[in-house]
């Protein structure tokens, strides 16, 4: 199947000059929805990866399809200000000022191995920031994976390579 079939550009999206990516009409086709997961099941079955963290918000979508394929749990990595209990926070740098992420502090044990998902890889800051912030509680990086790469912004680059996967590249 054609994945990249349902990715829709939309001009000047969130800003003039940028061309977005727009995974929803691949999220809203049930076989396509599903032969994406397929094709991150096929690459992470019998990994050892014990829960999926996904980014928020459209991470959290591939994400918890994903858990549930391997059978494993599912960890949402959250924008600030959105998690009710005890949590850890990271920090990263924005084109114009800074953001944050928090993940709960108890939702991945110490060595536990884990798979962090996107939907997208631009300049890789979000992603890094949260390796780092998987870091922090202890997790280990089994994984780092995205449906769509835009790979002439290199984000790939801040990861080891080993353990990178993109499913589709522009």
Do not use: W
Not at 19 to 37: E, H, S
Not at 51 to 63: A, Q
């Amino acid at each position: 199947m054609d994945l990249k079939s349902y990715i829709r550009d939309v001009p000047d999206f969130p800003k003039p000059g940028i061309i977005f990516k727009d995974i929803t009409p691949l999220l809203g086709d049930p076989q396509a929805f599903a032969a994406m997961i397929d094709a991150f099941a096929d690459k992470y079955t019998n990994s050892g990866i014990t829960r999926v963290c996904g980014i928020e918000s459209r991470g959290f979508i591939i994400g918890a399809a994903l858990a549930l394929r391997l059978n494993v749990g599912f960890v949402p990595i959250r924008k600030a200000g959105k998690l009710p209990y005890k949590k850890i926070r990271r920090e990263y740098s924005l084109e114009y000022g800074t953001d944050a992420i928090e993940i709960h502090a108890d939702s991945v044990a110490q060595g536990e191995k884990v798979l962090l998902i996107d939907d997208l890889i631009a300049t890789g800051g979000t992603a890094e920031a949260a390796v780092a912030l998987l870091q922090d509680v202890g997790a280990e990086i089994a994984g780092i994976a995205f449906v769509v790469e835009l790979e002439f912004l290199k984000g790939r680059e801040k990861f080891d390579q080993s353990k990178y996967f993109a499913l589709l590249k522009y």
